[in-house]
């Protein structure tokens, strides 16, 4: 969400920037509150899909099951969020857990379909990891936790990383994480780039860069090819900087590169730019097997997810490229898998001009890789049979109900049964909603286009108000057809919660502590702060 980037340093407009937005939420408290209130009432007559499956699952009529306890991480989260709701639908115990940034109540306290909910210790400069992988243990102890999922954000990648050879060590419980090595190389720019060319896969030019006369030398040698700067530090200042190098004249590069910080301490990556459009993928790896995949179209910041068709020839590109990835690793290989690509644009109207099929060869460059869970995740809201292939990584004999539950999904699919299962499958989003975040929309699709329009006329260029128009009917078309990312029917709490209490909550600290930020992401509660 871009809201009014501040432009200056002066307290002021970032006070009342972030006072507005703790003042909308007041505003729409009234009718959203009677919304919640209304959706529980209704939920009271007719009941809900969810809990009867449950009850059914757990019931004394159904094949014997065995109610497994499931810790997942980052609740706090869509993506989280979606995967404990997965397992408590699944009949499952789900015990969530998640930073609480500041104090700010965490979202996934109020979900039915999390059991208890515990604050973790978040990573610190000062003592690393360590009191955040032994609240890890703690509740896996305390609970009995039998499979960590782990939901990562950006900043704790690595620390889960360490977490999951703590937990292994030291526990029975199995984590659906890769270890800190791993996790290291690929959440770097320039280590899964370097890891990615190892395995004989294609990628862009690349190179770490730490300094400006070795980044000005690449530059001045470069033929046709355009390259962009990347910090390889968690910068979210220049995160968003996307200038094309080298510039028009060498003085404007010069300029540009000399105004960055590029040292040893704090290198970058020059990295060849691929101009067409983004796609992103996320895949669960089980032992090197890629058991359930989704792409989709990508953007610097993605708050709208539309799932690419399964048959076409870019989701199959980007499957096979994960595979090879994730089989060249071997069965140690078990975690989240995210890619980012670019394809250039002569390719995809190529494919469109030829009307290519599945089975062609389409030209990826993979840009970044995410060791963790990806958003897009909320576009398998409709497969409940997912959480299957998290529990294959515990090596338990499957109860009646799992394989009763896997040869129904075989017979369904088509998939050929042997000695009761299903030949690993990958597993693709059925029928798929597209997916919004409404407190996002409202925002920057109806009062940042009504404030753009309304100021135009003090700059004596009023905008078109065709603009506006198109702006509200994009807002209602994700209203009335496309589905929150976090509302659900029967566990509308969390929705509620996340723009009454825990955005505020956040806001009231940056509006007291004058700390500034750019952007925020709603979904995964990131603030790019500067």
Request: proline share 6%.
């Amino acid at each position: 969400m871009s809201i009014m980037r501040a432009g200056g340093p002066a307290r002021l407009p970032h006070f009342l920037k972030n006072a507005s937005l703790i003042a909308l939420s007041l505003i729409t408290l009234s009718q959203d509150t009677f919304f919640l209130l209304f959706i529980s009432a209704l939920r009271l007559f007719v009941g809900d899909a969810v809990t009867k499956q449950r009850s059914r699952i757990r019931g004394p009529h159904t094949p014997y099951f065995e109610p497994k306890t499931i810790l997942v991480t980052g609740v706090g989260m869509s993506k989280g969020l979606a995967l404990a709701r997965h397992f408590h639908a699944a009949g499952y115990n789900v015990i969530g857990a998640d930073f609480e940034p500041f104090g700010a109540l965490n979202p996934g306290r109020v979900s039915r379909s999390i059991r208890r909910f515990y604050p973790l210790n978040a990573p610190s400069p000062q003592q690393g990891a360590k009191r955040y992988v032994q609240s890890l243990l703690d509740i896996i102890a305390r609970e009995h936790v039998q499979l960590w999922v782990s939901c990562s954000g950006v900043a704790s990648a690595v620390e889960d990383g360490e977490a999951k050879e703590a937990v292994e060590r030291a526990t029975g419980c199995k984590a659906v994480q890769f270890d800190a090595r791993t996790t290291r190389t690929l959440h770097e720019k320039d280590s899964f780039i370097a890891r990615t060319a190892e395995l004989g896969l294609n990628v862009p030019e690349t190179h770490t860069i730490t300094s400006q006369e070795e980044a000005l030398r690449i530059l001045r040698g470069a033929k046709r090819e355009q390259f962009i700067l990347k910090s390889l530090v968690l910068d979210d200042a220049s995160r968003a900087n996307m200038t094309l190098l080298p510039r028009s004249s060498d003085m404007e590069t010069e300029k540009h590169v000399n105004e960055l910080r590029i040292s040893p301490q704090t290198p970058w990556v020059l990295q060849q730019f691929i101009k067409g459009p983004e796609y992103c993928t996320h895949a669960l790896v089980v032992k090197g097997i890629v058991r359930a995949f989704v792409a989709c179209p990508s953007s610097d910041l993605l708050m709208h997810y539309e799932a690419l068709p399964h048959e076409s020839p870019l989701t199959h590109a980007m499957l096979d490229f994960t595979c090879k990835f994730a089989e060249r690793h071997g069965e140690s290989f078990t975690g989240h898998l995210s890619f980012d690509f670019l394809v250039a644009d002569a390719e995809v109207e190529e494919m469109k001009r030829k009307g290519k099929t599945r089975g062609a060869t389409v030209n990826l460059w993979p840009i970044e890789c995410n060791p963790r869970a990806h958003t897009a995740i909320v576009l398998f809201d409709r497969n409940p049979d997912m959480v299957d292939a998290y529990l294959d990584l515990l090596d338990l004999p499957k109860d009646a109900f799992t394989r009763q539950k896997q040869q129904r999904a075989a017979k369904v699919n088509g998939f050929d049964l042997v000695d009761g299962d299903t030949g690993h499958p990958f597993i693709w989003p059925e029928a798929p909603h597209n997916y919004f975040w409404s407190g996002h929309d409202l925002v920057t699709l109806t009062i940042l286009p009504i404030i753009s329009w309304l100021t135009s006329f003090f700059g004596g260029r009023p905008l078109p108000t065709v603009d506006i128009f198109n702006s509200f009917h994009l807002f209602f078309n994700h209203l009335v057809l496309w589905k929150d990312g976090t509302f659900e029917f029967w566990d509308p709490w969390p929705w509620w919660w996340l723009y009454h209490v825990y955005w505020p909550m956040r806001f009231t600290y940056y509006a007291l502590s004058g700390k500034r930020w750019s952007r925020i992401n709603v979904s995964t509660g990131k603030v790019f702060e500067f």
